[in-house]
């Protein structure tokens, strides 16, 4: 196969963890005989300080003539002034809406070797394996009207969460087929007992569970599910919500795994677009440029990117068992370690996984 996947470092951390992923996809290139184009591009923070738009034009256009987007991380505390009229987030939120991406993957898995890490008990964390799918695009994000005025009792903001039937139909259905590639559960939550836009939502999941009977089909509140993640997370196939709720939830399953590092994620659209890829993890500035951080989860993610846009089923398997192999031999970065394991830095966990995808037992 001859493929381009465009590479977006972004910011912190983000060009050590992408320069690691470019490294196993190399590597797989190599040993399946693939041509993988690489090609880098500016984005994020470093594009605002540089030509002051956080996704320049030559930027976006590389990315729609790609088969696949992997990008590393955007933000910097310089950033975070929420009076600045351009921010580095902008640039993600913009290249969501050109893609097309309406449906965004975060798969929760804990590896053995690592559920010790979890700050919840062993046994609690023991064989969850959830997939959120989190509807990207719509929602209170995107919701108009939204914006800040000052009224009788001073200043005000305002965001309106709205979805249509559309959008919720075609992002449930995707969490629907994917179920039914794995355990053949889906869980929609909403907040049905408050919200309007709930109601909405949840007549149309059913019309949905309706047409796909195989599949079991259950609805929970958004504050029940909060609850429901920790005291037992095993319980839960896929997931689908809306983009607010996505995106808290599935903040909160990470933490079950012990570390934002070890997590990837996807955003499709519908078949044939261009897919993004990217850890959930934030750009982690304060550690950038010491050879610390964590590049698994932007390894795992460029497995997904192998899966989904594609269609390298045993490629992206082989990524993944790479991964496991390493931590199953004691390998850690640092955000995964406990007192006595073998803790290595962000280019040799690289180097380890893309070895073992060679064939070269731990380098």
């Given at each position: 196969m001859e493929a381009t996947i465009t590479l977006l470092p972004g910011d912190g951390i983000g060009p050590e963890i992408v320069a690691e992923a470019k490294k196993v996809l190399t590597a797989v290139a190599h040993r399946y005989h693939h041509t993988f184009h690489l090609p880098e591009y500016i984005y994020g923070g470093?594009?605002?300080?540089?030509?002051?738009?956080?996704?320049?034009?030559?930027?976006?256009?590389?990315?729609?003539?790609?088969?696949?987007?992997?990008?590393?991380?955007?933000?910097?505390p310089k950033f975070d002034d929420p009076t600045l009229k351009v921010r580095p987030e902008q640039g993600l939120l913009r290249l969501r809406q050109a893609l097309g991406v309406f449906a965004n993957l975060r798969p929760v898995k804990v590896f053995d070797a690592l559920a010790d890490a979890s700050p919840l008990k062993p046994e609690r964390v023991q064989g969850v394996d959830i997939l959120f799918v989190r509807e990207l695009i719509g929602g209170i994000y995107f919701g108009t009207p939204q914006g800040r005025t000052v009224g009788e009792h001073g200043r005000e903001g305002f965001n309106t969460m709205r979805y249509n039937e559309m959008e919720i139909r075609r992002v449930v259905q995707v969490a629907f087929d994917l179920a039914r590639k794995r355990r053949g559960k889906v869980t929609s939550v909403d907040k049905a007992n408050v919200l309007a836009v709930s109601r909405v939502w949840r007549e149309v999941a059913h019309e949905v569970a309706a047409e796909n009977p195989d599949v079991q089909y259950e609805d929970i509140l958004v504050d029940a599910m909060a609850m429901y993640l920790i005291n037992r997370p095993a319980d839960f196939d896929v997931v689908v919500t809306g983009n607010l709720f996505g995106d808290i939830l599935s903040d909160e399953a990470s933490m079950i795994t012990g570390s934002l590092g070890m997590l990837p994620s996807a955003a499709l659209g519908e078949a044939g677009g261009v897919g993004l890829y990217e850890p959930i993890h934030g750009s982690a500035p304060d550690i950038a440029g010491q050879g610390i951080a964590n590049p698994l989860a932007t390894i795992l993610s460029a497995a997904m990117l192998l899966r989904s846009s594609l269609n390298l089923d045993e490629e992206a398997g082989v990524v993944e068992t790479a991964v496991s192999q390493v931590l199953a031999a004691g390998y850690r970065t640092r955000d995964i370690a406990r007192p006595g394991e073998n803790v290595v830095g962000c280019t040799e966990m690289g180097d380890l996984v893309a070895n073992v995808i060679a064939g070269e037992k731990y380098g």
């Open positions: 470093a594009a605002i300080d540089e030509l002051g738009d956080p996704l320049p034009e030559e930027t976006l256009a590389a990315c729609l003539n790609s088969q696949g987007v992997l990008m590393g991380a955007v933000g910097h």
